[in-house]
């Protein structure tokens, strides 16, 4: 408090809490290989939630339905580093389920398909 009885921070400067705080010094998670675009879900018989930081009672709460790891993260405004994190806590605990996105056969260099593109870009 100032001594006008002001508080010194306001909602624009963000977090007070660093987000390594917030995963205790972590960057990885409970050996689960979390991409952005993996779906997370509470599932209907979940344990009883023990832990008491906040982000994960959130977590837990955002994903009672279907969300991507990148969707929680942008909803709780969390960086997807630590959302990744505590999201592999909670499904090593039992309170979350996933699935993993789709794996296409076609990667990043798959010439069919660049090959494709390159030739609706020269119909235009």
């Given at each position: 408090?100032?001594?006008?009885?002001?508080?010194?921070?306001?909602?624009?400067?963000?977090?007070?809490?660093?987000?390594?705080?917030?995963?205790?010094?972590?960057?990885?998670?409970?050996?689960?290989?979390?991409?952005?675009?993996?779906?997370?879900?509470?599932?209907?018989?979940?344990?009883?939630?023990?832990?008491?930081e906040p982000e994960y009672a959130?977590?837990?709460?955002?994903?009672?339905?279907p969300q991507s790891v990148a969707?929680?993260?942008?909803?709780?405004?969390?960086?997807?580093?630590?959302?990744?994190?505590?999201?592999?806590?909670?499904?090593?605990?039992?309170?979350?389920?996933?699935?993993?996105?789709?794996?296409?056969?076609?990667?990043?260099?798959?010439?069919?398909?660049?090959?494709?593109?390159?030739?609706?870009?020269?119909k235009l």
């Open positions: 408090m100032t001594r006008h009885g002001h508080s010194w921070y306001d909602d624009d400067a963000g977090p007070l809490v660093r987000p390594y705080a917030v995963t205790r010094g972590r960057t990885v998670g409970a050996g689960h290989d979390l991409d952005m675009l993996t779906l997370v879900v509470t599932p209907e018989a979940a344990p009883r939630l023990r832990r008491t959130a977590i837990v709460r955002v994903c009672r339905a969707e929680v993260s942008a909803l709780l405004k969390l960086p997807l580093a630590v959302t990744k994190i505590l999201v592999g806590d909670l499904i090593g605990e039992g309170h979350l389920t996933f699935r993993a996105p789709v794996d296409t056969d076609a990667g990043p260099g798959d010439l069919t398909i660049l090959r494709a593109v390159l030739a609706g870009i020269r």
